[in-house]
């Protein structure tokens, strides 16, 4: 099981939220709570009495009595010009209204935009219980699900005003679950199925079956950017991602899930806690998983959970007394330092990698922990990946002692391959080529037929002083170095023949006179022949 794989961190704090006198919040001590939603700077609560309260960010509570008995869903729209609020609930015993609302900033005020009484949709029966609604970002489509195991879709326009509706889904099994994706596909979850369906508005949308595997009401969910947009649903040991097209992939997550939400790529689950041989059964675990970098944020015990809520940055838990508290994730610096504390190096980069951050100087801080437990080699691999961002000198220097030469020479060479590399670099990559007698390497280097990365006039010099003659005239006959060339085969080779037969080919009559010039007497004194032709 995942949950018995990843880690386990402490990536948020947990407080109870307390009013001004800093005593426990309880504004909503005696409401019964029937439905929840946040967004827009509310935290949204309906109960059994037909109010709707609207919590603010100081835990201020407005009201507005939106129906004469109980609230039973309100929903959010969030990327609607106006404050768009749509509530289902009952005037009267077993006949459901939804209400589209505008919600102005004193909510007490607010204005019903939209009214439909639901038991005149339904031709077949008056009974309507509706179990769960979402509204399309563009708010285009809304859909209802209800128990009898149908989805009513309705389209044509925005939800503001009056629209077509039909029925898109008619199953057995009650609906527990919808949402619309990015594209406008709708998904559709039931107690023992997924399905989606696309283009919805039209006479025949297309539709899609995913899976025989349903779940609970109100346990699936539509993830962000973080997890691509995809449908996810909570039956019991597991989550299952889909697409539109596809049934994607199967999470394995021990436990029985009541709750769950999504918060900023991570999936909070709430769970039963197994405490019954303790006779705890009041107990509930909650569990944030990070799913992009696969480890588990934060778990902790509350009361039996009512809602989870998304807002201000923060997650709030209503409990069974209506008490809430507020999870808040420590910041990506606070973190990476936890995971530095826990040497957790490579976890710190992923995460920092994720979320933007530089870390390059995790990578050279992991290099500098290996280094210093004696792992040079998996120290220099690191100190590599920073070639670019961290001055070479800080890494050559903990490489000069002797027995870290092929470290270093492995270090030398990167800079070389990325074209960073100085003078010095080259002098000193060249040497431990020489100091370690590895003449396939060296000769490698020099004679490498792909674009130049290094001085060819200290690698000459270098060559020369390990005496590697040959390699040195090498490199100035194949870079025109005229006069290192001619240097080399007559100080150092005493091949006076090729020395003369190279000044004759030279291009131009300046340079044949300026090596005459210099080695003229050597070479009247070993081809005093050839020289008076």
Not at 11 to 22: A, W
Not at 244 to 260: E, F, K, Q, V, Y
Request: net charge neutral; proline share 2%; hydrophobic share 35%.
């Amino acid at each position: 099981m995942v949950s018995h794989q990843w880690r386990r961190f402490a990536f948020f704090s947990k407080e109870v939220v307390k009013d001004d006198g800093g005593e426990k919040w309880c504004e909503l001590q005696d409401v019964d709570v029937t439905c929840t939603a946040s967004g827009r700077g509310k935290l949204l609560i309906g109960d059994s009495k037909g109010v709707l309260h609207f919590v603010s960010q100081d835990m201020k509570v407005d009201t507005k009595a939106i129906y004469l008995q109980r609230v039973s869903h309100v929903v959010q729209v969030l990327k609607a010009k106006q404050n768009i609020v749509v509530t289902v609930g009952e005037d009267e015993a077993e006949r459901p209204i939804l209400r589209v609302w505008n919600i102005t900033p004193k909510p007490g005020d607010s204005t019903c935009l939209r009214y439909v009484d639901l038991t005149t949709l339904n031709k077949t029966t008056t009974s309507v219980h509706v179990t769960c609604i979402v509204v399309s970002d563009n708010m285009s489509n809304m859909a209802l699900g209800l128990a009898d195991g149908t989805v009513w879709l309705f389209y044509r326009h925005d939800i503001t005003r009056e629209q077509r509706h039909k029925v898109i889904h008619s199953d057995k099994a009650a609906i527990t679950g919808l949402s619309f994706n990015k594209e406008g596909a709708l998904f559709v979850a039931t107690e023992s199925a997924v399905h989606s369906y696309k283009r919805v508005s039209d006479n025949s949308p297309v539709s899609t079956f995913l899976s025989s595997e349903g779940c609970g009401l109100g346990l699936s969910l539509l993830t962000d950017h973080h997890s691509y947009h995809q449908f996810l649903i909570a039956p019991k040991n597991k989550f299952l991602f889909f697409t539109a097209d596809d049934p994607g992939n199967n999470l394995p997550m021990d436990g029985t899930r009541s709750h769950i939400a999504w918060y900023r790529g991570c999936l909070v689950s709430v769970s039963f806690a197994r405490r019954t041989m303790l006779k705890q059964d009041s107990i509930c675990d909650l569990t944030i998983y990070d799913m992009s970098n696969k480890f588990i944020g934060f778990t902790g015990t509350f009361p039996p959970v009512k809602a989870l809520l998304v807002e201000w940055g923060s997650l709030f838990v209503i409990g069974k007394n209506n008490e809430l508290y507020k999870l808040n994730e420590k910041g990506i610096q606070e973190k990476i330092e936890i995971l530095k504390r826990k040497c957790l190096y490579d976890d710190a980069i992923q995460l920092a990698k994720n979320n933007q951050d530089d870390h390059m100087n995790l990578i050279k801080a992991h290099g500098d922990h290996l280094a210093s437990k004696g792992d040079h080699d998996g120290a220099i691999s690191k100190y590599i990946g920073t070639i670019g961002h961290i001055e070479p000198s800080y890494v050559i220097r903990k490489f000069l002692d002797a027995r870290r030469i092929h470290n270093l020479t492995q270090y030398l060479e990167a800079l070389h391959e990325r074209g960073v590399a100085n003078q010095d670099h080259t002098t000193l990559l060249l040497n431990c080529y020489t100091k370690l007698k590895n003449v396939h390497k060296l000769e490698q280097f020099i004679r490498s037929d792909g674009e130049l990365n290094f001085d060819v006039e200290t690698a000459i010099k270098v060559c020369r002083q390990a005496t590697y003659y040959d390699d040195a005239a090498y490199l100035a006959k194949k870079f025109n170095q005229y006069d290192w060339y001619v240097h080399i085969q007559i100080e150092d080779k005493q091949d006076y023949e090729a020395a003369l037969d190279y000044i004759n080919k030279l291009p131009s009559l300046q340079k044949k006179k300026e090596n005459i010039k210099l080695f003229g007497k050597h070479l009247m004194d070993h081809l005093p022949e050839s020289m008076t032709r």
